[in-house]
């Protein structure tokens, strides 16, 4: 008698133990953010002279029409600029130009490396 009720209570545990908590993963029904259409602008630039890079990014933003460019410093020596625009489902389209003459070092120019010489104290 003893064995059939502890074998009840064991089922018992089990099944209320396999409930399972509801969790709802769909859309939350309210947001303290407010929403709206995309709206942004920005832009940064770097610029300094001893290491030679200059590069930057400015982008606007209202609703589906996104505009921008960036900029950045070849090691050729030319500024390469990317314009670019997208409307809509119109995709990403992008204009790049570069300014100024590509310059490589001549062969006598070009170091060559040489690992550093261990020091000892």
Same mark, same amino acid.
């Given at each position: 008698?003893?064995?059939?009720?502890?074998?009840?209570?064991?089922? &018992?545990?089990?099944?209320?133990?396999?409930?399972?908590?509801?969790?709802?993963? &769909? @859309?939350?029904?309210?947001?303290?953010?407010? !929403?709206?259409?995309?709206?942004?602008?920005?832009?940064?630039?770097?610029?300094? @002279?001893?290491?030679?890079?200059?590069?930057?990014?400015?982008? !606007?933003?209202?609703?589906?029409? !996104?505009?921008?460019?960036?900029?950045?410093?070849?090691?050729?020596?030319?500024?390469?600029?990317? !314009?670019?625009?997208?409307?809509?489902?119109? &995709?990403?389209?992008?204009?790049?130009?570069?300014? &100024?003459?590509?310059?490589?070092?001549?062969?006598?120019?070009?170091?060559?490396?040489?690992?550093?010489?261990?020091?000892?104290?």
């Amino acid at each position: 008698m003893n064995s059939k009720i502890f074998l009840l209570l064991c089922v &018992g545990a089990v099944a209320v133990a396999d409930k399972r908590p509801s969790f709802s993963y &769909g @859309a939350p029904r309210f947001s303290s953010e407010e !929403t709206g259409p995309a709206q942004y602008n920005f832009n940064w630039a770097v610029n300094d @002279a001893p290491s030679a890079n200059d590069f930057g990014h400015q982008e !606007t933003r209202d609703n589906d029409n !996104t505009q921008g460019s960036y900029s950045v410093q070849l090691p050729d020596g030319r500024l390469q600029t990317v !314009t670019y625009y997208v409307n809509g489902d119109s &995709g990403y389209i992008a204009d790049v130009q570069y300014k &100024g003459e590509a310059r490589y070092p001549d062969s006598d120019e070009v170091r060559s490396y040489a690992p550093p010489r261990p020091q000892y104290g």
